[in-house]
């Protein structure tokens, strides 16, 4: 069965940092792209990075680039958000989740989430 | 930019539904998701028509381009959620979502 759980949320003055983890268990991580997607309070879903299975190809939002950094540790099943000089509107439930392969490159899997509030 | 709509609808029981999604920009597919209150996103379409694993075979998908739609042949009580598109290149936009309540 496929799993993926985060870790690492929390409450976090503005302008600090935080790094979220992701570990997927149930199948070969390193066959996977992967990503991670936010959700403020109330709001809709926003795709925040993505990183390709071997992690040299990575992406992100605009709103986050040059703040998050993607990264993904194969031999340990995990990947990684590390979230810079955080923001009132970076306050979300983060997502991880799973690019599914041979259907289009969408989310096949998620995580339960995990919520970081940025706040003095 | 992806744009839903209705952004809200309700539904009687055994009643059509269709949720549009349309696109800034012309995308090969499109794929959409189903979410419930304090529950993580489900797939549920993939590349614009294919039914995710367990999803009824009420739901069909459809479109091209910079047009989409999500269709529940007959609405069940089951149903009522937030569906979200997202385009199937970067940057993975996901639409505004549409929630749909029973009436």
């Known amino acids: 069965e496929v799993q993926l759980v985060e870790s690492g949320g929390g409450l976090v003055q503005p302008g600090r940092s935080l790094k979220l983890s992701c570990e997927a268990s149930?199948?070969?991580?390193?066959?996977?792209?992967m990503a991670w997607v936010r959700q403020a309070p109330s709001k809709g879903l926003e795709w925040v990075a993505s990183?390709?299975?071997?992690?040299?190809?990575?992406y992100y939002r605009d709103s986050v680039k040059g703040r998050f950094t993607i990264s993904r540790d194969n031999a340990k099943n995990t990947q990684y958000l590390q979230m810079d000089s955080l923001r009132s509107e970076d306050t979300a439930t983060y997502y991880c989740a799973r690019r599914g392969t041979g259907r289009g490159g969408d989310f096949d899997y998620w995580g339960q989430g995990v919520m970081v509030t940025v706040s003095s | 930019v992806l744009t839903q709509s209705p952004t809200t609808m309700t539904a009687s029981p055994g009643e059509k539904v269709t949720i549009t999604c349309r696109s800034s920009?012309?995308?090969?597919?499109m794929h959409w998701y189903q979410q419930k209150p304090g529950a993580s996103p489900k797939p549920w379409i993939y590349?614009?028509?294919k039914l995710a694993s367990g999803v009824p075979d009420r739901f069909s998908g459809r479109g091209s381009g910079t047009s989409y739609s999500l269709t529940i042949n007959t609405m069940e009580a089951e149903d009522a959620a937030t569906y979200y598109c997202q385009q199937w290149n970067y940057p993975w936009t996901f639409g505004g979502g549409t929630k749909l309540e029973l009436k």
């Open positions: 590349g614009t028509s």
């Open positions: 990183i390709s299975t071997g992690g040299v190809s990575i």
């Open positions: 920009s012309s995308v090969n597919h």
């Open positions: 149930g199948y070969t991580f390193s066959y996977y792209g």
